[in-house]
C-alpha cells in the first residue's frame, strides 16, 4: 500500500477511501440486522454504496484532503476528517430524503455508518503515520548507528524536538529519554519515550546515551548552572537550544542546538514585543541605523528587517563592516532594499547628501565611541563623535522632518565619572532639548552592558582562557548591569514604537552581576575550575572605571509603561531651552579640537555640574608618557 501511495497518493487514497467508505456502509447494517441483512434490505445496501463513496470523494477532493501528506497526520487533520465526513453524510441524508423520503428506511443504520466512516477513514490515514513513524524508520536505519540523546526537559521544546527527530527518517540521532525537575513527571512517556527524572538522577540511569540537549529556553541563570553542572559530571558532550529572547520567531529546532555559552546563565525572561505597533511603525518605511556595523546597529537591522520597512540604511565608519554589509545586501530575499552607506557621523557634507538621496522616515542612532578606558586616553574622539556626530544627526532630523529619532545611550551617562559617560549625557540633554520646538519626536533609550559586544569582558576572558590564562579582572568586586544584543534591539524597537515626546526610556536590566562571578562561570564553562586549572589576576580599576553602575540619577523619577522591560525617567530638572543649550555644546566642541583634555573637563563640568572624574583627565604629555609605561 505504501509503495502504491509514493507513486500515486491522489488515485491510490481514493481507492482505499471508496474501500473504507463501503466497509463502513456494509459494517453498518451488519450490525443494526445482527449480521443478518434482511433481502429488501439489499437492494438499498447496493444503491447507497455508490452515492455515498461519490458523494465523500467529491467532498474530500474539493477539501484538498488528497493533498495533505499523512505521515505527518496530526490532530487538525484528524478534525478535518470528523468535519467533511459530517458534511458528507448529511448531505447524502439529505439526497435520500429529497428523492426517496425516509419512510421505510433503517435511520440507525446511518448514524452507524458515521461512527464507522470517521473511525476507518481516520485509521487508514493514522496507519501511514504510524508506518512512518514507527515501522519506515526502523527497518531504513536498522543497521545505522544512531548518536543516543538525552534531553533535558520535557515541556514544549522537549516535544517538538523529539518529535523531529521521530518523523525524520535520515535523522542522526536517537531519543533515549528525558530529564525533567518536575518530579511529577518521573515515569510519564512522551511520544513513547518516558521521563527517567530529575537533574539528580542524571548519574544514576540505567540506559545508555552519547550525548545531552537541553531543552529549556526559559530556565532562570540558576537553574541552568544546575543543569550545566549535572552535565558535567556525565562527561558526556552536551548543548542547548536558544533562549526564547534569541529566537525572534519562537522556531526551534535541532539545526538551532549550540554549545551554551554565557547568555544561557543570565535567565532574562522572554521578551514579549508588541508586533502589531512595531510594524506599524517600520512596515514600509525609510530607516536611517547609524553605526550599523556594530554590535547594536547590526542587530536593529536583523530585527528591522522582519518589520518589512521599505529601505534599510546601513550606515557606518567602517570598510570592512560596510563591504560585509554589501554582500549581504546583494543575496539578500527580502522586499526591503538594503543600502549599505560608508561615511561618519563627524561629516556633515556627507550626511546631508545621504539625508537628501535617501529622505529617512526614522533614524536609530547607535554611532558612538564606548570603551571607556580608551577614550579617557582620547577624550576629544568622545566628544567629536558623541557629542558633536549626534547634534549633526539631531539637527538634520529637523531639517529633512524626520518622524522619529531615536539614540541608544548608556547606563554611564548616570553620574558620569568618565569622558565617555559625560559625552552621552550631553547628546540625552540635546535629545530632550531639539524635541520642544521639533516636529521630530527624539527619544534616547538607556540600557546597561550587552553580552558579547565588540571589546567587553566576555570575548577577552574568553581568549584569555583559551590562551591557558591568566583571566585578569580589574576588581573582584565589580559589578555590571547585562542584557544580550537581541534582548537590548528588540527593546529599543519597542521604546520606539511607545515614544512620542522627547523621553529618555530606561530597559529592565535585572539584577547586576559580578564581573568576577562571570569571569568563573566562564571557565567552568570551558570546562576548567577556576584558580586550579586557570589562574584569575586582579589588575586594578582603569581610568574612568566604577565598581558599580547606576541606572537612574536622583533627580529622576521612574514612570512604569504598559512594558514591564521598559520604564521612563522623568527629570526634575527643568529642560535647557535649544539655543542655550547648543552654544555650550559648541564651546565643549571647540575644546575637543584642542586636544587639550583640561579644556574639556571645563567645558563638561559646566553642561553637566554633577560630572565628577573618577580620575584627572590626560595632557596629550601625559597620554604620550602612560603609553609608554603601559607598554
Not at 567602517?318 to 532594499?337: G, N, V, Y
Not at 527624539?442 to 559586544?453: D, K, Q
Request: glycine letters at 6%.
Amino acid at each position: 500500500m505504501i509503495k502504491l501511495l509514493n507513486r500515486n497518493r491522489k488515485v491510490t487514497l481514493m481507492f482505499i477511501d471508496s474501500i473504507t467508505i463501503s466497509c463502513s456502509l456494509v459494517g453498518a447494517f451488519f450490525l443494526r440486522f445482527d449480521f443478518i441483512i434482511p433481502p429488501e434490505f439489499g437492494d438499498i445496501l447496493l444503491y447507497w454504496i455508490p452515492m455515498y463513496v461519490g458523494i465523500q470523494l467529491l467532498f474530500f477532493s474539493f477539501s484538498g484532503f488528497y493533498n495533505v501528506i499523512w505521515r505527518f497526520t496530526s490532530l487538525w487533520e484528524l478534525l478535518n476528517i470528523i468535519k467533511w465526513v459530517s458534511i458528507s453524510c448529511v448531505t447524502g441524508i439529505a439526497l435520500i430524503g429529497l428523492y426517496q423520503g425516509m419512510q421505510g428506511y433503517p435511520r440507525s443504520v446511518l448514524l452507524i455508518f458515521y461512527i464507522l466512516n470517521v473511525l476507518t477513514v481516520s485509521a487508514s490515514r493514522i496507519s501511514v503515520r504510524i508506518y512512518y513513524s514507527h515501522f519506515h524508520n526502523k527497518l531504513k536505519n536498522k543497521n545505522e548507528t544512531k548518536t543516543k540523546l538525552l534531553l533535558f526537559g520535557a515541556g514544549k521544546t522537549g516535544e517538538k524536538i523529539a518529535r523531529e527527530v521521530i518523523q525524520t527518517s535520515s535523522s542522526p540521532f536517537k531519543i533515549v529519554g528525558f530529564i525533567d525537575d518536575n518530579s511529577d513527571l518521573r515515569g510519564a512517556s512522551l511520544h513513547g519515550i518516558n521521563v527517567l527524572g530529575t537533574v539528580h538522577d542524571i548519574n544514576n540511569l540505567n540506559i545508555q546515551f552519547d550525548e545531552i540537549l537541553i531543552t529549556a529556553p526559559s530556565a532562570t541563570g540558576d537553574q541552568m548552572r544546575n543543569i550545566i553542572s549535572a552535565c558535567k559530571s556525565t562527561g558526556k558532550p552536551y548543548k542547548t537550544v536558544p533562549s526564547l529572547i534569541e529566537l525572534i520567531d519562537k522556531d526551534v529546532s535541532l539545526a538551532t542546538a549550540r554549545d551554551v555559552s554565557y547568555i544561557d546563565l543570565l535567565g532574562r525572561d522572554e521578551v514579549t514585543l508588541d508586533m502589531i505597533s512595531i510594524e506599524k511603525m517600520l512596515l514600509g518605511k525609510r530607516i536611517l541605523i547609524t553605526g550599523a556595523g556594530g554590535s547594536i546597529g547590526s542587530e536593529l537591522v536583523k530585527q528591522c528587517l522582519k518589520f518589512n520597512p521599505s529601505e534599510l540604511i546601513c550606515f557606518d565608519c567602517d570598510e570592512e563592516k560596510i563591504f560585509k554589509f554589501t554582500l549581504q545586501a546583494q543575496s539578500i530575499r527580502s522586499k526591503t532594499l538594503l543600502k549599505p552607506v560608508l561615511g561618519s557621523v563627524l561629516n556633515k557634507k556627507h550626511l546631508i547628501k545621504v539625508f537628501t538621496e535617501t529622505r529617512p522616515q526614522i533614524i536609530f542612532h547607535a554611532a558612538a565611541y564606548k570603551h571607556v578606558p580608551i577614550q579617557e586616553l582620547h577624550p576629544w574622539t568622545a566628544v567629536s563623535t558623541n557629542v558633536g556626530g549626534t547634534l549633526n544627526m539631531i539637527e538634520l532630523a529637523d531639517l529633512y522632518s524626520v518622524e522619529k529619532f531615536v539614540m541608544v545611550s548608556t547606563d554611564k551617562a548616570v553620574n558620569p565619572v568618565n569622558v565617555m559617560g559625560a559625552t552621552k549625557r550631553v547628546a540625552e540633554k540635546c535629545i530632550q532639548s531639539k524635541n520642544v520646538d521639533s516636529k521630530t519626536q527624539y527619544m534616547a533609550v538607556r540600557f546597561g552592558n550587552v553580552l558579547g559586544s565588540s571589546g567587553s569582558a566576555i570575548p577577552i576572558f574568553e581568549k584569555q582562557i583559551k590562551e591557558g590564562g591568566p583571566v585578569t579582572i580589574t576588581h573582584p568586586e565589580m559589578t555590571r548591569f547585562f542584557m544580550s544584543i537581541p534582548e537590548a534591539s528588540q527593546l529599543i524597537l519597542q521604546s520606539a514604537s511607545i515614544g512620542q515626546d522627547g523621553e529618555i526610556f530606561l530597559l529592565e536590566m535585572g539584577k547586576p552581576i559580578k564581573i568576577d562571578q562571570m569571569a568563573r562561570d566562564l571557565i567552568r564553562l570551558s570546562g576548567f575550575e577556576p584558580e586550579k586549572d586557570i589562574p584569575i589576576i586582579y589588575t586594578g580599576l582603569r581610568p574612568g572605571e566604577k565598581l558599580y553602575e547606576e541606572l537612574q540619577t536622583n533627580d529622576e523619577n521612574i514612570l512604569h509603561t504598559d512594558h514591564k522591560k521598559i520604564m521612563i525617567l522623568i527629570n526634575k530638572r527643568q529642560i535647557v531651552p535649544w539655543i542655550e543649550l547648543k552654544i555650550m555644546v559648541n564651546e565643549l566642541l571647540k575644546a575637543g579640537e584642542t586636544l587639550e583634555s583640561d579644556k574639556i573637563q571645563v567645558w563638561l563640568r559646566k553642561l553637566l555640574p554633577y560630572y565628577t572624574p573618577r580620575t584627572p583627565m590626560l595632557s596629550s604629555d601625559g597620554y604620550s608618557s602612560t603609553i609608554k609605561g603601559e607598554a
